[in-house]
């Protein structure tokens, strides 16, 4: 029963996509790996539940948004970094959208990949060692109130490990390039830890793709 429902969920999310192919604007990424496969960080229902229903439901309300207005960009960086521009429910949304963009995409694998030699050395540099930064990353994401994200970021070529609230991302307010982010609304872990964020920030270092983080590193440093 639980193979079939995997099934008819996958069927479903997949028909979702091609649904919003059909749409104007923006559209949600395909996974590159399966809802199961990162169980050590989160199991099946979290992911598929926060990949189809609350990713897909800021996909939709950003391009319900962007219809509005009159010829709306349809590049997202630039849409995040004008932000300001753009009223409260597009905010809450482009930033819904494009943190979870990368998110899914480019911050977490269930593939084994390494930091690189150049960024370790920063992050070194940086925080005195990779343990530190970890210890910092985790504390300042542990005490996110409420909901928001983690990052690390690099301005004015240092990192920094910046929290921001709700969906709002750092290019938001020029808080720094962000290489790495996390999500700590309790969507994102509550079916699996319960209310112990700090269990499921520990166990995000399981599954970081450090080869995204480190070629990102190496694009904007």
């Known amino acids: 029963m639980r193979d079939l429902i995997k099934k008819i969920l996958r069927e479903q999310s997949n028909e979702d996509l091609l649904v919003e192919a059909k749409k104007t ?14 169980k050590d960080f989160v199991g099946y229902e979290t992911m598929w539940e926060h990949y189809n229903k609350h990713y897909k439901g800021y996909t939709t309300k950003l391009n319900e948004a962007l219809s509005k207005r009159k010829n709306p960009s349809k590049d997202i960086e630039k849409i995040i970094r004008g932000i300001k521009n753009y ?28 930091l690189s030699d150049e960024l370790k ?15 910092q990353f985790d504390e300042e994401a542990a005490k ?13 070529g240092r990192l920094k490990i910046v929290s921001t609230p709700n969906q709002d991302n750092p290019l938001m307010d020029n808080l720094g390039e962000p290489l790495l982010g996390l999500d700590v609304w309790e969507h ?16 995000f270092w399981k599954i970081v793709n450090w080869d995204n983080v480190s070629k990102k590193y190496q694009e904007l440093k």
């Open 144 to 156: 996110v109130f409420g909901s928001g994200w983690c990052w690390l970021v690099i301005k004015n």
């Open 188 to 203: 994102a872990y509550y079916l699996n830890y319960m209310a112990d964020r700090k269990k499921y920030i520990k166990n």
């Open 87 to 114: 009223d409260t429910f597009t905010r809450n949304n482009a930033g819904g959208y494009y943190n979870h963009s990368l998110f899914f995409k480019d911050y977490i694998t269930p593939n084994k990949t390494e």
């Open 25 to 38: 604007f923006f559209r949600r990424v395909t996974l590159p790996y399966d809802y199961n496969s990162v």
């Open 121 to 135: 050395k920063k992050i070194n540099k940086d925080f005195s060692s990779l343990d530190n930064f970890k210890r």
